[in-house]
Structure formats: C-alpha cells, structure tokens
C-alpha cells in the first residue's frame, strides 16, 4: 500500500515537472521575438452555414502557427543586407497590434494596426524616399473592412486632407490652397503666395429646410476658385455636367437624401450663362 501510494507521488511529481517544463517553453516562445518566416500560414475559413458550408475569411485570410499552435508573441523580418523588412505582433495566430514595414533603403513603406487579424484605424504609407503620400482610414463592420482617404500627396507636391469637419488642400510649397467645409457650404481659397483669392460665405445660398446649396460662380479669379471648390466632386458628374459647369453661372447641388444632415451622394443641376 505504501508503496503504491510512493509510485503514485513518483508519478504526479514526473507529471508535474513535464507540465512545467511545456509552460516554461510555451511562455519563452510568447515572450521572445521570433523571425516572422518561422510561422505557417493557413488558411482562415468561417462557417457560412455551420456544420454545410465553410467560406475564406476574405479580410483575414490567414491564420499563422509555430509548430501547429497558433502563435501569440513579436515577430521581426529582415532583407539579405539585414536591414530591417518588419516587426510587429500576434495573438492567437492573428496579427495584433502596430506593425511597420520598411523598404529595403531602410526608410519606412508604410504603418498601422490590426485588431484580431483585420486592418484597423489609421494606416499610413510613404513613396520610394520615405516620405508620406497617402494616409487610409480602415473600418470594420463584422467581417467587412472598408477605407476612407484621410491625405494624398499628388505628383507635384500639392496635398488634399480630409478631415472630420472640413476638407484642406495645400501648395507645393506648404502653403494653405484652399479649405472647404465638409458639405461644401464654407471655406477660403488662397494663392500660392497666400493672397485670399475667394470666399464662400459672399457667393453662396444654403436652404435651411432642403439643405439645396447653390454656388454663384463669379467671374476672373473667383471663378477659377469655385472650380477648384468643386473638383473634388466633379469625378461623381456626367461629361455633360461638366462641360455645362465651364460656362455656369451658378450650380445647385441637392442632398440624395433630403432632410439628412449628412450629404451622402449628389444630384447636380447646372444652369447655363445667358
């Protein structure tokens, strides 16, 4: 009996050693960084129709593991020259957290977070110098992603920000080029010297009831303003209404949706000069 109750100890005592030691290991592997090409990647699926029928995770593809568990812990990359490609993190096999990723002149190619495995928040991506040229923001709605333009930076060097309240396009040369409410119903416009070439608020009407605006185009250098003003909404225009806009007098713009205070879509009437 006393015996049997020793091997019995013997045993729980192995046991529990072994169970330690696989803890030890499990938790070393989460805490240290591994290389990111030591992970395998599977394929992600979800079921549709649980139990008949499985569908790819189209905006979380895969799932990464070390050594057939999901892996959680930092991962890093690097190119041949060991410059670094990138860092960041997993839990539960999905990406987790703020990455970066460099390009292999070792300035950075772009930055931002996942959350469980889907693009999140803010990301940021630079050109071939480092320098930062488009900024996207990522929402998810269940297994949905979809993204907002935040910034641009185009091919001359001008910049366009679409901010919460209002939108703001730049000069070359940093200087403000013009800055326009969120639904078109204020702003400013500037020369690339900083001179005010026009302002809404002189040649605009907004109907309370409706939310119609109308723009009166002014002549000269007005006039060039106001097609700068609506530039950002002409790629939404036929050709005719276009066309019709560079001999306008004043263009009326309607809510899709009367009575929103949030103006979703555009509906665009061009009354021709006289």
Known sequence: ????????????????????????????????????????????????????????????????????????????????????????????????????????????????????????????FYNRKGKEDTRLFYKRSGRDVSADTLMVVYEDGSRKEWLKDKIICSYRNGNRKYEISADGSDGTFWDINGAVTAEMKDYIRKDKITDETTFYIAQGKHQKAYKELLDYRKTKWTREQ?????????????PRFPFSPIIIGFQVTVERSR
């Open 1 to 124: 009996m006393i015996q049997d109750l020793k091997n019995f100890l013997f045993c729980t005592l192995i046991c529990f050693a072994f169970s330690a030691c696989d803890q030890k290991a499990k938790s070393k592997t989460s805490s240290e960084t591994i290389i990111y090409t030591q992970l395998t990647a599977e394929r992600n699926y979800w079921d549709s129709i649980p139990g008949k029928l499985k569908v790819r995770d189209k905006c979380r593809p895969y799932r990464y593991f070390l050594e057939g568990d999901p892996y959680t812990g930092k991962v890093e990359d690097h190119f041949t020259s060991g410059k670094p490609k990138l860092s960041g993190a997993f839990k539960d096999g999905y990406a987790e957290g703020f990455w970066k990723y460099y390009q292999q002149n070792d300035s950075l190619e772009q930055t931002g977070a996942f959350e469980n495995g889907y693009v999140n928040g803010e990301w940021r």
């Open 242 to 254: 276009k066309e019709s806009f560079e001999t306008a007098n004043s263009v009326t713009i309607k």
